[in-house]
Structure formats: C-alpha cells, structure tokens
C-alpha cells in the first residue's frame, strides 16, 4: 500500500479507500470480513455517506466494526452529508448539517468523524451556514477535518470565503473511462471534440494549486454506475492492454486500473466499492506498480482517447 499525507489532514492515510456504499448488500459477518481484508491490504480510510442505503452503510459498517478486533483510533472514518435522495433536495443548511452528523456518529458507533465532506452542491446553500455548522462540529471534537464532494473552483472559493478550516479533499469522479477530469487539459480549443469542454471550471488545476487532495469515486465503473469496464466486452481495446500490462507486472488488471488513477502527479486516492475481498485484494496489487510515463498514456489511447 502506498500512504500519503492529506495537507492540513489525515496523515498516513492509505492512497486506496474502501468505498462503502454497496456495503447495505452484506450481512453484519460479511461486513467485518471486508473491513478486515481491507485491513490486511493496508487500507486504513473508509469512505460513507449518510445516504447510502438511507444510512444502512453506517449501520452496517458500525455493527460490524467491533468484530474486527481493531481499535477506532487504527482507522479514518470519513462521512458526507447533504444528499437527500429520500426528500428529492439536496442540503447544505447548519441544520442539516449537524443532525446528519450526528446521525452518521450514532450509526457508525463512534464519537468523531476524520473527515466529513458536503456530498454534492446544494443550489441554494448559504456559506455562512455551512462555516457556523463546521465550527460548532470542530469545537466540539465531532469532526475533525473537512472537504467536499463534486464541487467547483467557485463554490470552493465561496465557501473559504467564510469557512475557517482548511478544506483538504475533492471527492470527483475519475476513472480510465470517466476521464472528463482530465481530458480538456488535452483539447483546449479542440473545436473537434467535446472532449474540449470543460464542464469543471478547471477543478483538477484548482485542487493542485490548492493542496486539495482529490479522491476519485467509481474508480472502475463506466458511465454513471453503468458496471464494471474490467473485462466487459465494450472495452476490447482497453483491456487487452490492461491485460497486457497487468502481465509485465505481474498484478490483475483492476490493479493496472488503478494504478493508472495513482500515477496522476496530483496525487489522488481511489475509492474502491468492491464488497468481495479477493476483488480488492486484486486492486490492492497496484501498490506493486508504478506506471511509466508510456504506460499511462498507452492506457488513456486503449481507452478510446486521442491526441490531438
Ligand atoms: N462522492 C460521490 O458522489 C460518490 C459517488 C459514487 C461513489 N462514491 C464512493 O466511491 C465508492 C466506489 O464507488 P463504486 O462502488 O461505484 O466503485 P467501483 O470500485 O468502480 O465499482 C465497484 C463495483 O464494480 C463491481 N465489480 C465487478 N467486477 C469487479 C472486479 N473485478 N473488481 C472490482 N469490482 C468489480 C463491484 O462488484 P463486487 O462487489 O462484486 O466486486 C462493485 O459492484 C463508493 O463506495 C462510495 O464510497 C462517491
């Protein structure tokens, strides 16, 4: 496992998550396997959100946490707030804020969060809301560090306007095959392509200047949760390289999927949402590589990119 150092965060946190919204699918017993063969692998951050499973991730993953025999203070429990798919509104206000924390602390059977970060953009939200509910949670020890999820250079600009702690992470999709991150880096004014577009107002170049740490969710699923692209048949191309590469190293190509998403110089965490151990001990396998320069861009054309 490789572990880096969030600026102004956790340290030591390993750079592969584990993701666990899927984890409403296991039992209690299953549940305390997972975290356990996570552990084995090196993972120490476990990624939740209130709303997944309408807080049946919590419940599960607090349920199941004391059979691992480890200790809180062994791991980083990172929670998010603000999505209400159940009430079809998304929230920001001091209010919501609070009451999902505390929901999140009470299902997780814990007295602190690492990390809480607001999910996705609320389009009414109030920074100075949001600055008040943060402080009231860092005072009281509730939450030690805080980010955010699917948000903008400008709405993260709006919130440090008023926000006195550092916001440290940027949970974004990215994936060989979701690459939107990335791609109008390449095409700026590519009127060929819409690849050009920059539909993220340069989030990647914000977070690096800005010492935001990104992690990158649905780390090997295309679309939006559309499945898995590792050995599906729409993506010849892109697997037989992964195939190929995995090879020389020696590792499965999740593993290759993976490492391509952590050889980024911006230095990004994967969150992994596999529920099955052999899985995530195959993309564990990435720490053993380290792609070169070549690779990683035979990956990015394999994956149906182009230079311009
Ligand atoms: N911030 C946000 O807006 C946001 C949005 C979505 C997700 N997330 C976070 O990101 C995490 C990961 O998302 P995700 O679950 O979509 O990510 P993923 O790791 O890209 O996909 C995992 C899914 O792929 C399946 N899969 C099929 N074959 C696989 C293989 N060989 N190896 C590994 N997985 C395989 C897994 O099934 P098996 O379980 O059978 O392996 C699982 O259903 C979530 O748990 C959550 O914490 C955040």
Request: hydrophobic content about 40%; some cysteine; glycine content about 8%.
């Amino acid at each position: 496992m490789q572990y880096l150092n969030i600026v102004n965060g956790p340290e030591h946190a390993s750079s592969i998550i584990l993701g666990c919204m899927r984890m409403p699918a296991l039992s209690v017993s299953d549940a305390a396997g997972m975290i356990r063969a996570a552990w084995q692998e090196g993972i120490n951050f476990f990624d939740h959100a209130t709303c997944y499973g309408d807080g049946e991730a919590e419940t599960r993953f607090g349920d199941a946490f004391p059979e691992t025999g480890l200790r809180r203070e062994q791991v980083y429990l990172q929670s998010k707030c603000g999505l209400h798919f159940d009430r079809k509104e998304f929230d920001w206000s001091k209010e919501d804020i609070l009451s999902s924390v505390d929901g999140s602390l009470r299902r997780l059977r814990t007295d602190y969060l690492d990390t809480l970060l607001l999910h996705r953009p609320d389009l009414l939200f109030e920074p100075e809301q949001v600055a008040e509910a943060f402080e009231q949670l860092w005072q009281s020890g509730k939450v030690r560090f805080f980010g955010v999820s699917n948000v903008t250079p400008g709405q993260l600009m709006l919130l440090k306007k008023y926000v006195r702690q550092p916001l440290v992470i940027n949970q974004l999709q990215f994936s060989l095959e979701q690459t939107q991150l990335i791609d109008p880096g390449l095409y700026l004014n590519n009127l060929t392509t819409d690849r050009s577009v920059d539909r993220d107002n340069g989030v990647l170049d914000y977070c690096r200047l800005n010492s935001i740490t990104i992690q990158a969710w649905s780390p090997l699923q295309f679309g939006m949760f559309k499945g898995c692209f590792v050995d599906h048949p729409d993506f010849p191309e892109m697997n037989r390289a992964l195939g190929e590469i995995g090879e020389q190293y020696g590792v499965p190509k999740t593993a290759v999927a993976i490492a391509w998403i952590l050889r980024h110089p911006a230095r990004m965490q994967a969150i992994a949402g596999t529920m099955n151990p052999q899985h995530l001990r195959d993309i564990c396998a990435a720490a053993k590589v380290r792609l070169t320069h070549q690779e990683w861009y035979r990956l990015y054309l394999a994956a149906g990119k182009f230079l311009p």
